[in-house]
């Protein structure tokens, strides 16, 4: 079995990120998103609701999974059994970070290959980031993520004013 893994903090999953692996579970027999546990940015979710989010999100792709990974990207590739690991590019700024790791990767691991795969132009702009900035501001995101996403952010922020508004 042709195996890859797609890994990422998923905070939250996006249309871009949907995309991606909508392309690859047709290039790979399995692809396996693997949420990092262990990154050096502070989630708005927490790893358990990003695993649900996914789930919900690709329920009816069956070549899909969702597991949590900590440590190096390589080694939890080699546990999977994967080939491959799937990076996704917007744009020329996210390749020259994504070109380091695929060096960095390919000398520990030279027997796992990466494969970028480009969004579709129409996702190009969307980041996790700004999602959640906007959503924080209350600006609609259904554009940009599944409408379980969008309300999960909603919900998050709504409880986050109501805190900071002493409502709790």
Request: proline letters at 4%.
């Amino acid at each position: 079995m042709r195996i890859a893994i797609y890994p990422g903090t998923f905070d939250p999953v996006t249309n871009g990120h949907l995309d991606i692996l909508v392309r690859a579970k047709e290039l790979f027999d399995e692809v396996c998103i693997a949420v990092a546990t262990d990154s050096k940015k502070t989630p708005l979710f927490t790893q358990e609701e990003r695993m649900e989010l996914l789930v919900e999100a690709t329920k009816d792709m069956p070549n899909v999974s969702v597991r949590a990974f900590g440590g190096l990207t390589v080694e939890f590739a080699r546990q999977c059994g994967a080939i491959a690991i799937l990076r996704g590019l917007r744009a020329l700024s996210d390749f020259e970070y994504e070109f380091q790791l695929a060096l960095m990767n390919k000398k520990i691991a030279p027997d796992i290959e990466t494969i970028f795969l480009m969004t579709q132009s129409e996702f190009s702009f969307i980041s996790s980031s700004a999602i959640k900035w906007a959503s924080s501001l209350h600006a609609g995101v259904s554009d940009f993520v599944p409408e379980h996403v969008e309300k999960a952010l909603i919900a998050k922020y709504s409880k986050s004013r109501s805190t900071l508004n002493g409502e709790e």
